[in-house]
């Protein structure tokens, strides 16, 4: 079986985290090698461990055994993902702020799961993969190598990727830097044009409040209108890596041409990228255009009911070739 790279062999299924909210803040105390279960309980590992214990320290229970996460690593950096599923491999990278844990909340994870062999990444300065604070560590070749990293972790020669919003971005950075590695792309959310970001729209990461609410001005969306859940799950972040992460991008429109394999690229009606998204495809090959009715960026992740059947249908027929 794969090793996690750290020289661990998986010896079950992998179990995911309480995701109640009480839970997730107790999450916030771990520190290296130990894990607090918030009830005077301390398990510790070996600080070569990542640490995966399905517990829910609201009634004090421990409900489950302490699992390895599995970890591949790039150049010091590990990054964790998750797999489920079997049948041909598909590689789920989500956006800016979330983790692999939003495939599965939102239910992509369920209805993939039967049809293929999902590899959930979390992209480095999210979720419980590294999250250094130096801007230089988050080129869009090392979000790249991060990815095939873990597929070689695997030992998969190639897999089918599916990536929204900054997911979408590394989408575009697989053709470009790693074409051999890809069946098929699908890409949401995201455009190949370059990005420049005004001086406003570059906050440090010191301040948690004034990050989200830089980041949702400029996208144009109402903070006040999520929920308690959605806000404690952005919260739930470390800002400096996030803040180090979120910079510029250069264009990638010239590769547009050379990338032949299957492509579907979707985007919410609403969303400011539409223009672009919608322009792009008609540069690529063998590139396929879905637009999401009446949906805005965020909406267009979270209606997996409206998404699927596209993304299904898609790879259905690049199966069948």
């Known amino acids: ?157 190639k897999a089918h990727f599916w990536g929204y919003s900054m997911g979408g971005w590394f989408g575009f950075g697989m053709a470009k830097h790693a074409a051999a590695r890809v069946d098929s792309l699908i890409i949401g959310g995201s455009h190949p044009y370059g990005r420049r970001l005004p001086d406003a729209s570059r906050p440090d990461g010191a301040d948690p409040e004034a990050f989200l609410d830089t980041l949702f001005q400029r996208m144009e969306l109402d903070r006040a209108a999520f929920s308690p859940a959605e806000e404690a799950e952005y919260l739930n972040n470390d800002f400096r890596a996030l803040a180090a992460s979120y910079q510029d991008r250069p264009s990638l429109e010239d590769i547009l041409p050379t990338m032949t394999m299957p492509c579907l690229l979707y985007v919410g009606g609403e969303d400011d990228n539409f223009p672009q998204v919608q322009s792009c495809v008609e540069h690529i090959p063998r590139g396929r255009f879905v637009s999401i009715p009446g949906v805005n960026h965020l909406e267009a992740f979270y209606r997996a009911e409206i998404v699927l059947p596209h993304a299904m249908k898609f790879l259905h027929a690049v199966a069948k070739g």
């Open 1 to 157: 079986m794969p090793g996690f790279g750290l020289g661990i062999e998986q010896s079950a299924t992998l179990e995911r985290r309480c995701q109640c909210l009480h839970c997730a803040r107790k999450r916030k105390s771990r520190d290296a090698g130990v894990l607090s279960l918030g009830v005077g309980t301390v398990v510790r590992f070996p600080l070569n461990w990542g640490v995966n214990a399905k517990a829910c320290s609201r009634d004090g229970r421990f409900t489950g055994k302490a699992v390895s996460m599995p970890y591949a690593m790039n150049q010091g950096v590990r990054i964790h993902y998750q797999v489920e599923g079997s049948g041909p491999p598909l590689v789920l990278q989500h956006g800016l702020f979330w983790s692999v844990e939003g495939w599965y909340r939102v239910g992509y994870v369920d209805a993939l799961r039967t049809s293929y062999r999902l590899i959930l990444v979390d992209a480095r300065g999210h979720g419980s993969s590294d999250k250094p604070h130096d801007g230089a560590a988050y080129s869009l070749p090392q979000h790249v190598a991060d990815i095939v990293a873990v597929l070689d972790a695997l030992d998969l020669p």
